[in-house]
């Protein structure tokens, strides 16, 4: 699971918690509410061949959305968490800058803290319960980093590009890329602990290229048997010196909203450091 959900888990109470999961896992076939026309992300393609087309696109996107060199983007907004009726409203600051470097504290309506510090594949939770230890973040990072970061996702050599076209999703109509990351075989571990390949789908927009929607699959807290569909939308992009940023993100797992985070203040400013993000 991404260090993000598991961040803003521990910014939720433990009710909200299990009430959101145990919906989840009580349904074999849930009815999805929110991006129910989506796919689950599929490994695609062959390690360390990338479609022109997919290039050209993060090309693109990266043109218009990634941070000028030596810059931070901090932001400051409330986040909306939980499912259904039980819901609840933190202030919440941001920084993200080159490296994997993202830095993410919440404070609560009672004053309660939370957090997480994360520096390229690796991060830790701040103020979160004892009983969740975070893991690795995998190969894709953080998923609000994602327009900020995509040519350190879709660039190496266990990785593929797949470029598989203009699609319709709801009214919209976006150009869809499959990121896969290749297990890399570790012969110092047993080939039964090796990590599967792992899929991740970008959808652009095809005129202003901008990152519309992210899809990446997790698993459940409780079984990691359970696997389940999180997709992050940017919303309402706006400039901000010369480049364009998402004031709205929403997160939805297995179909249901979980997080909606809307940005107050955006802007750019000198790097924290790296002691800043540990």
Do not use: W
């Not at 939720?12 to 026309?37: G, K």
């Not at 990338?50 to 050209?56: C, E, G, I």
């Amino acid at each position: 699971m991404h260090l993000v959900v598991i961040a803003i888990l521990c910014a939720i109470s433990t009710i909200t918690i299990s009430s959101a999961y145990s919906q989840q896992e009580q349904a074999n076939t849930p009815t999805l509410r929110d991006d129910s026309d989506f796919p689950y992300p599929v490994a695609q393609g062959h390690s360390g061949r990338s479609d022109l087309t997919a290039m050209a696109e993060i090309e693109a996107c990266e043109k218009v959305s990634s941070l000028p060199a030596n810059t931070s983007l901090d932001v400051q907004g409330h986040l909306h968490t939980g499912v259904g009726n039980i819901t609840s409203v933190s202030e919440v600051s941001l920084a993200m800058e080159g490296n994997g470097r993202f830095r993410m504290d919440i404070r609560d309506s009672e004053g309660r803290e939370r957090g997480m510090r994360m520096i390229g594949r690796s991060g830790r939770i701040i103020g979160g319960p004892a009983s969740i230890h975070p893991p690795s973040i995998g190969e894709f990072g953080d998923p609000l980093m994602f327009p900020l970061a995509l040519k350190s996702i879709v660039f190496g050599r266990n990785v593929a590009l797949v470029d598989d076209g203009v699609v319709a999703l709801g009214t919209e109509r976006l150009h869809k890329i499959t990121v896969t990351h290749f297990a890399t075989p570790d012969k110092s571990r047993p080939a039964t602990s090796m990590q599967p390949d792992q899929a991740l789908v970008l959808y652009f927009d095809p005129t202003t290229h901008l990152l519309k929607k992210s899809a990446v699959v997790n698993h459940s807290l409780t079984d990691v048997a359970l696997k389940y569909l999180q997709v992050t939308s940017y919303e309402a992009y706006k400039p901000v010196d010369a480049i364009m940023v998402p004031n709205r993100y929403v997160q939805t797992v297995a179909g249901q909203r979980v997080l909606v985070l809307d940005l107050t203040n955006i802007r750019l400013s000198q790097p924290h450091g790296e002691a800043y993000f540990k």
